[in-house]
C-alpha cells in the first residue's frame, strides 16, 4: 500500500493584526499627524510664515496670523481641530490673507504682502515618519488589506512625501486637497476611495489624529480609528473613534 498524501503546512500569517481590522478590506490613512510627525512638518513652517509676514508688512502681525489658523506659540502647539490641522493650503493662504487685510492700507499691499511672504514647507525635507512605515504597510498588504491616503495636502507636495518614505508603491489611492471632487473633512472622500477601490465603505476603516478625520469616517459609514500620534489627546478623539493607538504601527504586528 502506498503512503498516504500528505497535505502541505498550512503557511502561518506574517503578522497579526488589530482586532479594529477583523473583516476589513481597505484602510484609508491621513497623512499629517498619522503617516508622518506634524510637528516636524508645520511649527517651523508656521513660525517661519510669521517671520516673513512680519518682516514684510513691519508690523506685529505674527499673533494674529497664528490665531487665524490655529496655531498656539507659547506651547508650539496646532490647536486641535484648528485650519492648520484640517484645512488645505488654499484655504490657509486665503486665511492669512484675510489678516493681512486687516493690517495693510489697502487690498492691493495686502496681497503683494501674501505674494512676498508665502511659502510652502520641503515635502522632503521636513519630513519625520512616525515608525516603520514601509514594514507596517507591507504587513497590512501581505494581510489582504487595500492601503489609501486621504489628505488636506496638494497633490504635489503629498506625492513627493510618499515616494520619499517609500510608500508610493504600497498605495491603491491617493486623496488630496486639490483634487476635484470631495475632499477632507467631507464624508464622500472616503465613499469616493472605497468605490474606486471596489471596497464596501462598511469594510472601509480611516485611520487619523484629529476629531475631523474620525467624523468623516462615521458619517461614510466607515470604522475610525485614532492615533495620538499627532495633534489630538486621546480623550478628544475618544468620542468620535471605535479604537484609539499610540500609532499606525498598533495597527500590525509580527507573529514570530
Do not use: N
Not at 514684510?56 to 506651547?75: H, K, L, N, Q
Not at 499691499?109 to 516603520?132: H, K, N, Q, S, T
Not at 472622500?189 to 474606486?196: C, K, L, M, Q
Not at 458619517?219 to 499627532?230: F, I, K, L, M, N
Amino acid at each position: 500500500m502506498g503512503q498516504q498524501a500528505r497535505s502541505a503546512p498550512r503557511a502561518e500569517p506574517a503578522v497579526t493584526l488589530h482586532p479594529i481590522l477583523d473583516d476589513a478590506q481597505l484602510i484609508v490613512f491621513d497623512k499629517d499627524g498619522t503617516l508622518i510627525s506634524f510637528e516636524a512638518m508645520w511649527v517651523g513652517w508656521t513660525r517661519e510664515l510669521g517671520g516673513r509676514l512680519e518682516a514684510a508688512t513691519r508690523r506685529p502681525v505674527a499673533g494674529d496670523v497664528f490665531a487665524a489658523i490655529g496655531f498656539d506659540p507659547s506651547a508650539d502647539r496646532v490647536v486641535p481641530g484648528g485650519p492648520l490641522a484640517t484645512d488645505t493650503m488654499a484655504a490657509l493662504r486665503d486665511r492669512v490673507g484675510a489678516v493681512l487685510r486687516r493690517w495693510c492700507p489697502s487690498v492691493p499691499a495686502a496681497l503683494r504682502i501674501l505674494a512676498e511672504a508665502w511659502y510652502e514647507p520641503d515635502p522632503v525635507a521636513a519630513v519625520v515618519p512616525l515608525g516603520d512605515l514601509p514594514a507596517v504597510l507591507r504587513g497590512l498588504r501581505g494581510a489582504g488589506l487595500r492601503l489609501a491616503v486621504a489628505t488636506t495636502d496638494d497633490r504635489s507636495p503629498t506625492e513627493a512625501t510618499l515616494t520619499s518614505l517609500g510608500l508610493a508603491d504600497l498605495l491603491d489611492d491617493v486623496r488630496c486637497g486639490d483634487d476635484p471632487g470631495p475632499i477632507k473633512p467631507d464624508a464622500g472622500t472616503v465613499r469616493a476611495i472605497a468605490d474606486r477601490i471596489g471596497v464596501p465603505v462598511g469594510r472601509t476603516v480611516m485611520v487619523g489624529d484629529t476629531a475631523a478625520d474620525l467624523r468623516m469616517a462615521r458619517e461614510a459609514g466607515a470604522r475610525s480609528v485614532g492615533v495620538t500620534s499627532g495633534v489630538s489627546r486621546a480623550d478628544e478623539l475618544a468620542p468620535f473613534a471605535d479604537a484609539i493607538l499610540g500609532s499606525i504601527g498598533e495597527l500590525v504586528r509580527s507573529a514570530g
